[in-house]
């Protein structure tokens, strides 16, 4: 009798702990079932699109680009692998990398796509790792991706930078990758970056003929365009060591008064020689090595001209 009744308790034991740890996993099998989302979509149909499209504001990325490319372009973020999405007629499937992500987007139609995710998951955005809970979370991620802040998000805008150039026009080693040019090397990609060239001048304000186009203003003719030009007028003085009065604004600089900026003039105070041979550039009876700021070479050109009004050139010990 003992011994039924202990094999009886462990019997009921045993029960207890196999019944609690299946349900323990179906809970947890529950929770990571697909939801409908619709910010899945969006951006698997992007994905879609984006490879097989040869028109639109993705058209220089198509078939070229990589998905985990066009997710940073469009939507400020790349997956944390695995994924699990499923098809609007439930059938689910596990994406384990970008690779198996580009086959599902290609294998979509119009008749079977992706309208559902499993939550949560994680995504990389420039900040970090984030967890994304809910579709709430998840439209929030991407209407967020907004680099000129105008309100469209990134994948529905043409211009993220609102610079005046197409996005798919700053694929400037056209590798069919947008996220990877970067003329300053300043960390931003030039679809994001106001001033691709970090001249000091905005890459919408290098329009000099006022076409709304900055891709065909060319002052100096080295067939570089001035937006993507370290010297627009090619004297020699780079265009951000034009700042004479050192105010952050190279544009309002024009040393001889002629009405042209001094980045744009070859010869700044007009005396007939060139910016980048001249001792004195900007005509203020201090030499250019003499005055502090900007130093090219020995020549400061333009740099430290603070004196038009008041001679306060640092170093020159009119302080």
Known sequence: MKTLKTFLALTILIGGLFSCTTDSNTIDIQDQQPEVSETARIITDNLKNTTSSTTGRNSSMSGTASVDAILEFDFCFNFVYPITLAYNNGTTVTINNSAELTAVVHNMTADLYIDAISFPFDVVTPTGTQTITNESEFAAAISSCDADQDGNPNYTDT??????IVD??????????TTNDDIDGDGLPNYQDADDDGDGIDTSNEDIDGDGDPTNDDTDGDGVANYQDQDDDNDGVNTADEDNDHNGNVADDDSDNDGTPDYLDTDSDNDGVADGQDS?????????????????????????NDDNGGNDDAGNGNG
């Not at 211009?159 to 005046?164: A, C, F, K, L, T």
């Not at 798919?168 to 990758?177: H, I, L, M, S």
């Not at 550039?281 to 430290?304: F, K, L, P, R």
């Open 168 to 177: 798919t026009d700053e694929d400037v080693n056209v590798d069919g990758n």
């Open 280 to 304: 004195d550039a900007d005509g203020d009876g201090v030499n250019d090595d003499q005055e502090g700021g900007n130093d090219n070479g020995g020549n400061d050109d333009n740099g430290g």
């Open 159 to 164: 211009d993220d930078d609102n610079d005046g």
